[in-house]
């Protein structure tokens, strides 16, 4: 059969043709300005519509910004003004052993006793093993814990939105890993849908979307890769207020010491010693335990200071600046 000669011509595009394509293009343009983007998978994803703010039209109610106490040094470290700020997300990290549940658990028992709702979700210790942990430190039995390893079969998610709807000034979760873990295994889900649940959650109570319309401040110990490297997304990390850790001193590892790596409320690479003890008086915090009392005058108060240097000097009476 003969082929047939190629002119060359292309047969002119019809007038419906032309219609359907350009239908189809204004389609797509508008999809993209509704923000419906592409993702692996071509699987539609909606992204949330832009909005600018102008911070001088925001509103918050003052009460919002009052800080909980301790009443103890470590207030200076979260915040400018002293103690913990509402409405935050603080991952705590540090060595293996150095104490991150014992100080955590500290700040939670000196808060109850101001007065505040504190709730302590642990993943990792059950009720025999906070048992002995309570008979060396009593101050910790007043806080209210949730033990979600004993919800596994129950969905350790539905119990953690159940719990903290009730409200709470502070939620510490021991540890983040586990939470995830189990949230993970349990609804077969990604790790990753894990922590954005997660994420999202304490995102959630932060903005006071509880029974009690309770600005939820979080904090989370978190584990690290063996070079210390703190684990998790980048979502964790923008929502993290602050990144609290712990320590051993490597010139003297008999002592350890808290300090911010981050801290959008506070200072940060200030060091606070610490030393733990049995009974009611847990923790005790000293500022003075770094190498320099110059660089404690820089830091701290001249009052502290002072106080410093008249132990120093064998005195409580003596003023070392008083000239006589």
Same mark, same amino acid.
């Given at each position: 059969?003969?082929?047939?000669?190629?002119?060359?011509?292309?047969?002119?595009?019809?007038?419906?043709?032309?219609?359907?394509?350009?239908?189809?293009?204004?389609?797509?343009?508008?999809?993209?300005?509704?923000?419906?983007?592409?993702?692996?998978?071509?699987?539609?994803?909606?992204?949330?519509?832009?909005?600018?703010?102008?911070?001088?039209?925001?509103?918050?109610?003052?009460?919002?910004?009052?800080?909980?106490?301790?009443?103890?040094?470590?207030?200076? %470290?979260?915040?400018?003004?002293?103690?913990?700020?509402?409405?935050?997300?603080?991952?705590?990290?540090?060595?293996?052993?150095?104490?991150?549940?014992?100080?955590? %658990?500290?700040?939670? #028992?000196?808060?109850?006793?101001?007065?505040?709702?504190?709730?302590?979700?642990?993943?990792?210790?059950?009720?025999?093993?906070?048992?002995?942990?309570?008979?060396?430190?009593?101050?910790?039995?007043?806080?209210?814990?949730?033990?979600?390893?004993?919800?596994?079969?129950?969905?350790?998610? %539905?119990?953690?939105?159940?719990?903290?709807?009730?409200?709470?000034?502070?939620?510490?979760?021991?540890?983040?890993?586990?939470?995830?873990?189990?949230?993970?295994?349990?609804?077969?889900?990604?790790?990753?849908?894990?922590?954005?649940?997660?994420?999202?959650?304490?995102?959630?109570?932060?903005?006071?979307?509880?029974?009690?319309?309770?600005?939820?401040?979080?904090?989370?110990?978190?584990?690290?890769?063996?070079?210390?490297?703190?684990?998790?997304?980048?979502?964790?990390?923008?929502?993290?207020?602050?990144?609290?850790?712990?320590?051993?001193?490597?010139?003297?590892? #008999?002592?350890?010491?808290?300090?911010?790596?981050?801290?959008?409320?506070?200072?940060?690479?200030?060091?606070?010693?610490?030393?733990?003890?049995?009974?009611?008086?847990?923790?005790?915090?000293?500022?003075?335990?770094?190498?320099?009392?110059?660089?404690?005058?820089?830091?701290?108060?001249? #009052?502290?200071?002072?106080?410093?240097?008249?132990?120093?000097?064998?005195?409580?009476?003596?003023?070392?600046?008083?000239?006589?």
């Amino acid at each position: 059969m003969a082929r047939k000669e190629n002119l060359g011509i292309r047969k002119p595009m019809s007038d419906e043709t032309k219609k359907n394509i350009s239908e189809s293009i204004k389609k797509k343009a508008s999809k993209k300005r509704e923000g419906v983007v592409a993702t692996n998978g071509n699987i539609p994803r909606r992204r949330r519509s832009l909005e600018l703010i102008k911070m001088r039209d925001q509103i918050f109610d003052p009460s919002l910004f009052v800080t909980m106490s301790t009443g103890k040094l470590i207030d200076k %470290l979260f915040t400018i003004e002293g103690g913990l700020p509402k409405a935050t997300n603080y991952i705590l990290v540090g060595d293996p052993g150095v104490g991150k549940s014992t100080v955590a %658990l500290d700040i939670l #028992a000196d808060l109850v006793n101001q007065g505040f709702k504190c709730i302590y979700i642990s993943a990792e210790m059950t009720r025999i093993d906070l048992h002995k942990y309570v008979e060396r430190y009593p101050k910790f039995g007043d806080i209210d814990v949730l033990f979600l390893g004993e919800y596994i079969d129950d969905n350790p998610k %539905l119990i953690m939105e159940e719990i903290l709807y009730l409200g709470y000034d502070i939620a510490l979760i021991d540890s983040f890993a586990e939470v995830q873990s189990d949230v993970k295994e349990t609804n077969g889900i990604s790790t990753n849908a894990a922590e954005k649940w997660l994420v999202d959650l304490m995102l959630l109570h932060n903005g006071g979307n509880n029974k009690t319309k309770t600005n939820t401040m979080f904090l989370a110990i978190q584990q690290v890769t063996k070079s210390g490297v703190f684990v998790g997304s980048n979502k964790l990390k923008h929502n993290t207020t602050g990144m609290l850790e712990m320590r051993f001193d490597e010139d003297n590892p #008999a002592n350890s010491y808290i300090h911010f790596t981050k801290n959008r409320r506070g200072p940060i690479n200030k060091k606070i010693y610490f030393s733990i003890k049995e009974g009611d008086n847990v923790l005790y915090y000293d500022h003075t335990a770094s190498p320099s009392l110059l660089e404690n005058l820089l830091e701290n108060s001249l #009052a502290d200071f002072i106080e410093q240097a008249e132990k120093i000097a064998g005195s409580s009476k003596k003023n070392p600046f008083k000239i006589d």
